[in-house]
């Protein structure tokens, strides 16, 4: 393809704005989606998601800034000449019609109208592609909500948008359909090589399925970019709380550093980096250092902690078996509440830590990030 080695953005967001009356929904956000990933809108209820998400289908229109599609404004473009279609979370099948005319409804109001045998065949790759096929004479109630999921995905499909537009597709499945959908639907989205833009407050979902993540809070974007990114390198501490766990140690900066060096609130400096893309903090300004539960290490008091290393005394307080892992809450008076996972494996000798064991908690200081509270 002449393109192939350009980067193309599908959907592009320039200082977008939009207000209801005296809420800001969308507060001049910025954003770019590559063409032919998974790309997922994070965050909290009520945050923006799905306003984006209307921004871009042409639902609603934007107050101040602008959006591209395949790299022309939108502005004045009608939903329906947008090329792109949306999934919503009840995504209300037609129940008087069996599963092949859900599935065809879009095609059959195109005008000047399409041949029914190429209707028909859209169908049935549409059908296909979501492994449902056989299943076009079947009433929706007849479905399964897995099932009824996929039609509602084949009918958005049959369309072949630019960009798929996803918003909490999975949210009325129960957890274990919702797991294997959520791999279906990272397959399905590299075999049609659709833009697809999802929207959810599930972390773990985004993180598993996403190319790129952008976390939103109260309208704004905090961070973007690919999920082991946001993991390994939040910029904040709602970005390191939202996206997986994390202990946070509060205190003021006594050294900008870098390394930064917090006083924690108990009297303990802990050294600790900044984030790649993180903001410089100012000595005497409130901070965390944050330690994900998995960095942490546990060993039997009176080991001497390597240099460069952080390390208090504490006792077992719980443990709990995860399967894969065993998780420890260990009460650390220099520290507070500390939890660490290790992961399970047959002999592995941290398992042998039970509750009312001393202990000794410490980690690297490179694991640590040092955040803005
Ligand atoms: N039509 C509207 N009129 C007035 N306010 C609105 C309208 N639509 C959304 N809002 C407000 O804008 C904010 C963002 O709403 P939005 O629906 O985009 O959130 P969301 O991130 O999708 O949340 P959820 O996870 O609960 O679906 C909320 O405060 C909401 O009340
Ligand atoms: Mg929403």
Redesign the pocket.
């Known amino acids: 393809m002449a393109e192939a080695g350009v980067d193309r953005i599908d959907v592009r967001f320039d200082r977008v704005t939009k207000r ?2 005296n ?1 800001v ?2 507060d001049g956000v910025s954003f770019e989606v590559p063409s032919n990933s998974f790309y997922s809108l994070l ?10 998400l209307r921004l871009i289908a042409g639902f609603e229109q934007p107050t101040e800034g602008t959006i591209e599609i395949g790299g022309r404004s939108v502005a004045g473009v009608p939903s329906h000449r947008r090329n792109v279609n949306t999934v919503f979370q009840h995504y209300a099948l037609f129940p008087h019609m069996d599963v092949a005319g859900n599935v065809g409804y879009g095609l059959r109001q195109i005008r000047p109208k399409l041949p029914r045998a190429e209707i028909e065949r859209r169908v049935g790759e549409a059908l296909e592609l979501v492994r449902l096929s056989g299943f076009g004479a079947r009433r929706v109630w007849e479905l399964s909500g897995g099932q009824q999921q996929r039609v509602a995905l084949a009918r958005a499909l049959v369309m072949r948008p630019r960009v798929l537009l996803l918003d ?1 597709p999975l949210g009325a499945l129960d957890l274990k359909l919702r797991k294997e959908m959520q791999l279906e639907l990272k397959q399905l989205q590299r075999e049609v090589g659709i833009t697809f833009i999802y ?1 959810t ?1 599930d972390q773990e979902e985004a993180l598993s399925m996403s190319d790129r993540i952008a976390v ?1 809070r109260a ?1 704004r974007i905090l961070q973007e970019g690919p999920p082991t990114e946001l993991y390994d390198q939040p910029v904040d501490r709602f970005v390191a709380d939202f996206i997986g766990q994390s202990n946070f140690f509060e205190g003021v900066v006594e050294d900008p550093g870098p390394p930064v060096v917090v006083r924690t609130d108990r009297g303990v400096a802990l050294r600790a980096p900044l984030p790649a893309s993180g903001r410089p903090l100012a000595r005497g300004e409130r901070a965390v250092v944050s330690v994900r539960p998995e960095r942490v290490h546990l060993e039997a008091p009176g080991v001497d902690p390597p240099s460069g290393w952080a390390s208090a005394l504490g006792r077992v307080r719980e443990r709990t078996f995860l399967g894969d892992q065993v998780e420890f809450a260990v009460d650390a008076p220099a520290l507070g509440h500390v939890t660490v996972r290790l992961s399970h494996r047959p002999g592995s000798p941290e398992a042998r830590f039970a509750p009312g064991d001393e202990v000794q908690v410490g980690w690297a200081e490179e694991v640590a990030l040092a955040l803005g509270a």
């Open positions: 209801f009356e809420v929904a969308v965050g909290p209820s009520g945050c923006g998601k799905t306003t984006s909490e929207v407050h939103m309208g």
